[in-house]
Every structure is written in structure tokens, then in C-alpha cells.
């Protein structure tokens, strides 16, 4: 089991800035895609971005421009940053761990970091 710890979330004006952390408890971090997602009231998780061990990144059209998820393997962390951000990024976002090698599977998920945009 991998545990995911997320950090930096809070409340900030729109147009403002944050950057979101998520820090792995194993190695296999560096092996993994890794994924921000994230959950708004009454609405389902959805895909925010991701990252494969190679550095390659994907992002949900609603934040292209203006999210940027990265990686430090060195430190077994992974970052969102979000700029320009719209009452509609307000949600909990949550940190995904997808580590599949020599047929064993690891899928973990952090406990969230609500983020609070106000227009």
C-alpha cells in the first residue's frame, strides 16, 4: 500500500494562484502515472491531469492553460499548479498513485485538499 498525503489547498480569490503537493510514502512513485482529480458538491471525480514516469502530461480541456502537473521523483512528490482560477476549479481534489509493472497493480488515492475559489 502506497500512502498519498495532499497539501496546499485553501481559499482564494479568482484569478488567484495555489500549488497543490502530494507526497508518496514508497519508491514506486517514480514508476507510476500519477493523477490530480478532483470532486465538486453533488458532481462526479474527474480527471484534472496526469503524468506518466516519462513526463508526459495530459489535462482535462477545462484547465489547459492554466494547470501545470509536475514531478519531483527525487522527492517522491507531485505538484499542481493552478493559476487564473475560476470559481468553477472549486472542489476537492485528490491525488491518484497507478503503478502497473511485472504483473502487480498499485492503485492508492490521498484523503483530499479542498480548494475554494471566490468570485
Known amino acids: 500500500q502506497v500512502q498519498l498525503v495532499e497539501s496546499g489547498g485553501g481559499l482564494v480569490q479568482a484569478g488567484g494562484s495555489l500549488r497543490l503537493s502530494c507526497a508518496a510514502s514508497?519508491?514506486?512513485?517514480?514508476?507510476?502515472?500519477m493523477g490530480w482529480y478532483r470532486q465538486a458538491p453533488e458532481k462526479q471525480r474527474e480527471l484534472v491531469a496526469t503524468i506518466t514516469s516519462g513526463g508526459s502530461t495530459n489535462y482535462a480541456d477545462s484547465v489547459k492553460g492554466r494547470f501545470t502537473i509536475s514531478r519531483d521523483n527525487a522527492k517522491n512528490t507531485l505538484y499542481l499548479q493552478m493559476n487564473s482560477l475560476e470559481p468553477e476549479d472549486t472542489a476537492v481534489y485528490y491525488c491518484?498513485?497507478?503503478?502497473?509493472?511485472?504483473?502487480?497493480?498499485?492503485?492508492?488515492w490521498g484523503q483530499g485538499t479542498q480548494v475554494t475559489v471566490s468570485s
Open positions: 514508497r519508491s514506486i512513485f517514480s514508476s507510476s502515472t
Open positions: 491518484n498513485l497507478d503503478f502497473r509493472a511485472l504483473g502487480k497493480s498499485v492503485t492508492s
